[in-house]
């Protein structure tokens, strides 16, 4: 009778905490009327309750109204550079069908990443090139977006030697500069709050929101001694290239989109890498290239400022979520490709 007793107990507890736990997880009711999710209320699971953590290193609750399983997610907030939507290295990418290319552009140059009729993304290319090589090694060193009528830019600060007590994130906004105080979980928003920014860590980490449109993750990176041995890229003394890895989550880009990254989440895009090839590298650079970081003026870009966008011509899925690391069929019926 007295272990009866005690397992009623020991039952009424757990239901108690599971309870509690339920109550401090945050929850959100997805209201994007083209997602599969619409009016549904979705909670974070106990593993991970909040969309922020004060611990850098701990995964968070990420809710996917995009998704048709409609169910939050634990994630880490730093940008992962094995998963759909990433851009590392020099550049490597992962495109939204799971398929890696490289796309070198040329430095000190500016590309389109992403453009659609409301959105544009370029990037800024650093990079140099040693005595006897046909070509640039580059990197992406800022990141410009134009959304309605805004403007928003996100770079890299250039420094001779790698100090990790250092930031090297310099942000502005409309054409002004802006100081996000260092530190894990500083934040800023704009007026219109159609724009955050939040530290992911204390310095050289940012997730960058667009609600209802994209969630950027960022890092910043120098060249290690030993990426530099390796590949011989014959880095100088006085400059790191610091640079940025990327990764992006979009929800709801058109059937239509466009840029070195964006054309790959075309639903009957056909990506011209070939099977097999170690390191595929795709051009597009006369269709890609704008004339700055926050113009989309390329041969292929779509943005218009007045954001005429059709939202019966969106794509729901959000490839960005998926997580390639896990083997050749990771998530949600698409398959990754190396």
């Not at 004060?54 to 730093?78: D, F, G, R």
């Not at 800023?188 to 530290?199: A, F, P, T, Y």
């Not at 070195?260 to 890498?273: A, C, H, I």
């Amino acid at each position: 009778m007295e272990i009866l007793s005690s397992n009623c107990l020991l039952i009424i507890l757990l239901c108690f905490v599971a309870g509690v736990i339920q109550i401090d997880a945050e929850s959100r009711t997805c209201t994007n009327r083209n997602s599969p999710c619409f009016l549904k209320r979705i909670t974070c699971p106990s593993e991970c309750p909040t969309s922020s953590s004060t611990n850098s290193k701990a995964k968070v609750c990420y809710i996917n109204c995009n998704s048709p399983l409609c169910q939050a997610e634990c994630k880490n907030h730093k940008a992962n550079c094995n998963s759909p939507g990433a851009v590392c290295l020099d550049p490597r990418f992962i495109g939204g069908d799971g398929i890696v290319f490289y796309f070198h552009g040329k430095r000190n140059e500016h590309f389109s990443l992403i453009s659609d009729l409301n959105l544009q993304i370029n990037a800024r290319f650093i990079g140099l090139r040693p005595a006897g090589r046909t070509r640039d090694y580059t990197w992406i060193q800022a990141l410009g977006i134009l959304v309605d009528s805004h403007t928003f830019s996100l770079e890299a600060t250039r420094a001779a030697a790698w100090d990790d007590e250092i930031d090297h994130l310099k942000f502005s906004y409309d054409g002004k500069e802006l100081d996000i105080p260092e530190g894990h979980l500083s934040a800023w928003n704009s007026s219109e709050n159609d724009l955050k920014v939040e530290r992911t860590s204390n310095r050289n980490s940012v997730v960058v929101t667009l609600p209802e449109i994209a969630e950027i993750l960022v890092n910043v990176v120098p060249i290690s001694k030993e990426d530099d041995r390796i590949h011989n890229y014959q880095i100088p003394s006085d400059d790191c290239f610091a640079h940025l890895e990327v990764q992006f989550r979009f929800f709801g880009l058109s059937s239509k989109v466009e840029g070195v990254l964006g054309r790959t989440y075309q639903p009957d895009f056909e990506n011209p890498v070939k099977p097999g090839v170690a390191m595929p590298v795709v051009g597009g650079e006369d269709k890609y290239q704008t004339t700055s970081l926050l113009s989309a003026d390329c041969h292929s870009c779509l943005f218009s400022p007045a954001g005429v966008f059709d939202q019966k011509d969106t794509l729901i899925m959000d490839y960005g979520t998926l997580d390639c690391t896990g083997g050749a069929t990771s998530g949600m019926g698409i398959v990754c490709r190396k």
